[in-house]
């Protein structure tokens, strides 16, 4: 099992990036899927969430109205879209799969994830 985030980098605030995470190694269909940020010397904090099936999501409310998670099953690929970025959207982000067959669940937790990326690093410039 294998995810790999990719898509981060040096981005002025107001501009925007794509995350990607490619999965490998089971079907991402039956998963729910992440995205966290970590500064280091802080917790790990859940940004961003979508369920398995039916397209819920969740959204910390520090990035609510500008970053978008979505998911192709097809592609077995979670994306995260970051608009408007700010200086505090500084971190390493990681993306993650938990919870097979829960539906409509949107998991927030990090213990409900079992599989978890490398992480990808954005830093947004003031």
């Known amino acids: 099992v294998q995810l790999q985030a990719s898509g981060g980098g040096l981005v002025q605030a107001g501009g925007s990036l794509r995350l990607s995470c490619a999965v490998a190694?089971?079907?991402?269909?039956?998963?729910?899927l992440g995205w966290f940020r970590q500064v280091p010397g802080k917790e790990r904090e859940g940004v961003s969430s979508i369920s398995s099936y039916g397209g819920r999501t969740y959204y910390a409310d520090s990035v609510k109205g500008r970053f978008t998670i979505s998911r192709a099953n097809a592609k077995n690929t979670v994306y995260l879209q970051m608009n408007s970025l700010k200086p505090e959207d500084t971190a390493v982000y990681y993306c993650?799969?938990?919870?097979?067959?829960?539906?409509?669940?949107?998991?927030?937790?990090?213990?409900?994830?079992?599989?978890w990326g490398q992480g990808t690093l954005v830093t947004v410039s003031s």
């Open positions: 190694g089971f079907t991402l269909d039956y998963y729910a």
């Open positions: 993650a799969a938990g919870v097979p067959y829960s539906g409509s669940y949107v998991p927030v937790r990090i213990d409900e994830y079992e599989y």
